[in-house]
């Protein structure tokens, strides 16, 4: 069965530090990962996808496929940062979509 | 412009009244699929549709049926709603495939007293 399990559900930070947001992944083929995350308020959307390789807002994503990880990272966090961040992976032949428990982080001044 | 609607935004309804939460997406995308959303619990999958007709459960679904009778709408029906299901939802649609982004609805929350 798939599954996404981030272990923090409060991550707290203040302005300037690093920020690494967990996530784990269990998936017995090779699945796709994302970020997507959702401001106060706001719809979920898209943050960063595994496969695109990018750097959005500072944050980026590593595949360790030994680990089963997709940690979200970001060197220099900002208060704008400060969101719910769901990580997601989709799987099988048709890619469903599934959500771990997000975790919520906060960005102090 | 590009998006998922969701309607109502908000809700307010008695135990055992039958609702629908409508969802529809103007981007002729084949993926559809309704989550709750709990504290603490994050978002759970309640339906997912591939395409017209065809409809499969997610991890949630006692409580609440789906149709998919049209590739642009995914209705979300309670047919008899109890308070557990006071939540937030939402809806999301994609194209086809494992690497495609998910677009998001707007959200409908809904208390059931």
């Known amino acids: 069965a798939q599954r996404v399990t981030q272990p923090e559900k409060l991550l707290s930070v203040f302005k300037g530090a690093p920020v690494e947001l967990k996530c784990n992944y269990s998936?017995?083929?090779?699945?796709?990962l994302f970020w997507y995350v959702q401001y106060s308020r706001q719809r979920l959307q898209l943050l960063l996808r595994?496969?695109s390789r990018e750097s959005i807002k500072g944050f980026t994503a590593d595949l360790n496929k030994g680990e089963t990880s997709f940690h979200l990272k970001k060197p220099f966090a900002q208060e704008e940062d400060s969101a719910m961040y769901y990580c997601?992976?989709?799987?099988?032949?048709?890619?469903?979509?599934?959500f771990g428990k997000g975790t919520k982080l906060s960005v102090k001044p | 412009e590009a998006q998922v609607t969701q309607n109502p935004r908000y809700l307010i309804t008695v135990t055992g009244k039958k609702l629908t939460v409508t969802c529809s997406q103007n981007?002729?995308?084949?993926?559809m699929s309704w989550y709750r959303q709990d504290p603490g619990l994050g978002l759970r999958q309640i339906y997912y549709?591939?395409?017209?007709?065809?409809?499969d459960k997610g991890d949630v679904p006692e409580g609440y049926k789906v149709s998919r009778k049209e590739k642009r709408n995914f209705p979300l029906i309670l047919e008899s709603p109890s308070p557990n299901q006071t939540s937030l939802y939402f809806c999301?649609?994609?194209?086809?495939?494992?690497?495609?982004?998910?677009?998001f609805g707007q959200g409908t929350r809904l208390t059931v007293v």
């Open positions: 998936y017995s083929g090779s699945p796709e």
């Open positions: 999301a649609s994609s194209y086809y495939g494992v690497t495609t982004e998910a677009f």
């Open positions: 595994h496969i």
């Open positions: 549709s591939m395409n017209v007709e065809v409809t």
């Open positions: 981007m002729n995308h084949e993926y």
């Open positions: 997601a992976l989709r799987g099988g032949s048709q890619g469903n979509l599934i």
